[in-house]
């Protein structure tokens, strides 16, 4: 047993680890986004789901000495896969959808031994309850899931920090083969039993029964018979379904306003795993009650989240977590509750591989197709409700209504508290808060009247509200908090979507195309955010059409060096295009290069604004990945000499990591003439992104100079914006509009964070 234990272990541990460590190589590919890890999980949970179906076959149709035999071959075959290490021929070359692109990397690459190791763990522990007696196998579940937790944790808290990704590579290809060596001993072990008969044939008396597929089966802890009707078959893949669609819409919404980088995926993953921890651990870990309130007032809480993304950081991340975290727990809680004897247990977690898999081709795929932004978020909220809802009928569980009762009345305390700390008074927050709740209450009260009365109605018996005692009408009450989530949403939507003129997603990301056409010519523009950041706004009437808006203010960084930067015509060079706003900038003779990894993005410059088009210099866009364009070009001998490279690529608030790392700024640099200047963005919500460039221009001797640029309330078109100037000529930071502004002595004493492509940690920049 002990063996069977440290080989499950150690299994869920390698392969949890290979997610980060695979992010980290192709996250500098595609683009940097966060739809990069989604596909990812895409793939893992996939790849999980053909494991567990590959153990389930072996269980079922081959007799012991073969399933060892097999299992043993395929655990050899998967060492020829080492190192696992994508090679630079996978570099993507087109503009195409990545999406099968990475799908392909990532089975030539770890296929195998992603396969081998996620059957190994249902594998191990059918074997494993070979011979235990009354002993139930299912703890192993949850130590599984111990090792997979460990290995999201230490991979950004200690591996990372520590190692490069080929030194990391390296490790975990050694670490796999222990682990074959571990179980072909535990494919050993299997001689001391007798033979097992296929599916649907008797063992003889006294033998171990071989697998079968009974009606009913008998429950290993309690000694009751557990039936397996259609429905309980069908919640197997709904429950996970629903968890694993919450851990990537959750992902994604972190990644998208944040950063894509494995730090921030970890933390959704470990929860989602740490729910599968508890649950199956001890039925003592999951409170039907609780964790069902928990889901309901995060649920409300992330929908006023979703609507305010100038709500801090902290408190978003935390509102995202606990209501994933009560999802799954109700989620997961209720499958442990539906689980069968051992003698099924692999077509159990066949279907738990099943639901993940759905719930991650959901979001990766159906998703992006079916929806212009990021809805899933709240459809799988008001989903899961509904999934709830039904939970109360089939076992008729009075404590789940009564939890989502307890967490609806609580939404209407915590919500009021969220509001107040986007509206803070001068009382404070609890001043704030005071106010905020006795005017929601006042505002919502026919609301909040009916929804009081429908609880007193479903939850009253014997003239008390008494949620001990199951009544069929209390399956309304998940219903209701479902139409709630629902109809807030929308109510949302409607706010927030009224001067959306055209919205669309992909693979990189969402946008949306906001039209304003009032009375005076300073209230007619267009505007293009992308995630929770404005990208661009243009007026529509002239002169005003060709002023500098947002970010690019003449007083910006930018501006301030363009406007500096004179001679003969001037090449230009933008990572990022927005809806093309440098363009103002150009002058006649000037020739302007943007690279842009977006199509949509490309089409909405060209279609809603003119900036490209009344450009009188010569402007063109290259589209792909900007790091790897520039790659392209020096490798043709195409030097672009440019007088200006402006670094500005960012998708919703989030930063692609790879544009700054020392590898990136080699690139850079060897494309700038002698003297010229990079010019960086680094304003950001979250992140203090001034010592990650320090950093670059320190290794690279360079003089920087920090811009910072706080515009008057009254030029409400323009952005409070940060700039980083980097250069080899200190000269070029002389002037005076650029010296004067300049931070300093700041920028001097301002602290290294050195990135590279094997190492860029987040920690250090988090404001």
Known sequence: MALHAATIFLGAFLLFQLQPLMGKFLL???????????????????????????????????????????????????????????????????????????????????GLPYFVLSATGPLLQRWASLGRGPASPYRLYALSNAGSLLALLSFPFGFEPLASRSTLSVAWSAGLVVFAGLGAACAWQLRKFEPAPLAGIAAPEGKHPGPSTPAATQDTESGSLVPVPGSSRALWVLLPAMASLLLAAVTNKVGQDIAAVPFLWVLPLAV????????????????????????????????????????????????????????????????????????????????????????????????????????????????????????????????????????????????????????????????????????????????????????????????????????????????????????????????????????????????????????????????????????????????????????????????????????????????????????????????????????AIVRVAHTYFTYLHDAPGQVQIVPGDARLSLEAELRRGERQQFDVLALDAFSGDAIPVHLLTREAMTVYLQHLRPGGILAVHVSNRH??????????????????????????????????????LVTADASRLEPARLKTQALDPEDKTLRNVDWTDDHASMFSVLK
């Open 272 to 599: 989602y795993l740490l729910t599968f921890i508890l649950c199956f651990d001890h039925p003592r870990w999951y409170s039907p009650r609780w964790h069902t309130a928990l889901l309901a007032t995060g649920s409300l809480a992330t929908i006023y989240c979703l609507g305010h993304p100038q709500l801090n950081l902290a408190v978003q991340v935390g509102v995202y977590v606990a209501t994933l975290f009560g999802g799954c727990m109700v989620a997961h809680g209720e499958l442990h509750r539906l689980r069968p004897a051992p003698e099924r247990l692999t077509a159990y977690y066949l279907a738990i591989a099943a639901g993940g898999a759905l719930g991650s081709t959901a979001v990766a795929v159906l998703a992006p197709w079916l929806f212009s932004d990021f809805y899933e978020l709240p459809i799988g909220l008001a989903l899961l409700l509904n999934l709830v809802a039904g939970l109360c009928l089939l076992q008729r569980s009075a404590a789940l209504a009564m939890g989502a009762a307890t967490g609806l009345l609580a939404a209407t305390v915590l919500v009021p508290a969220l509001q107040a700390q986007t509206n803070l008074s001068v009382g404070g927050w609890f001043g704030s808060w005071a106010g905020v709740i006795c005017g929601f209450f006042l505002d919502q009260a026919p609301a909040l009247a009916a929804v009081v009365t429908i609880l007193i109605i479903t939850l009253r018996h014997g003239g008390r509200i008494d949620g001990r005692e199951w009544r069929q009408r209390m399956a309304i009450v998940p219903l209701l908090l479902s139409l709630v989530v629902g109809q807030l949403f929308l109510v949302q939507l409607r706010l927030t979507g009224g001067t959306v003129f055209a919205a669309a997603r992909n693979f990189y990301g969402a946008y949306k195309l906001r039209v304003y056409n009032d009375d005076t010519p300073a209230s007619k523009f267009v505007l293009l955010s992308h995630g929770g950041t404005t990208h661009g706004l243009q007026f529509s009437n002239p002169p005003m059409n060709a002023w500098p808006t947002s970010y690019y203010a003449p007083t910006s960084g930018i501006g301030r060096i363009l406007d500096e930067t004179s001679g003969p015509p001037r090449h230009i060079g933008v990572v990022g295009l927005g809806a093309g706003s440098l363009a103002v900038y150009c002058r006649p003779g000037d020739r302007m290069r943007f690279y842009e990894i977006d199509p």
């Open 28 to 110: 500098p590919w595609f683009g940097g986004g966060p739809g990069v890890w989604t596909t990812c999980l895409l793939f893992f949970q996939g790849l999980l789901l053909a494991g567990y179906a590959y153990a389930h076959w072996l269980t079922t149709r081959l007799t012991l000495r073969r399933q060892a035999l097999v299992h043993v071959g395929l655990l050899l075959a998967s060492l020829a896969f080492l190192p696992v290490q994508p090679g630079d021929s996978w570099k993507p070359v087109g503009t195409g959808d990545p999406l099968a692109r990475i799908l392909l990397v990532l089975t030539a690459t770890v």
């Open 687 to 724: 992140l203090d992104l001034r010592p990650v460039v320090a950093a670059l221009a320190r290794h690279n001797g360079l003089f920087f100079a920090s811009i910072d640029d706080r515009v008057s309330e009254q030029d409400w078109w323009l952005c409070h914006s940060r700039w980083i």
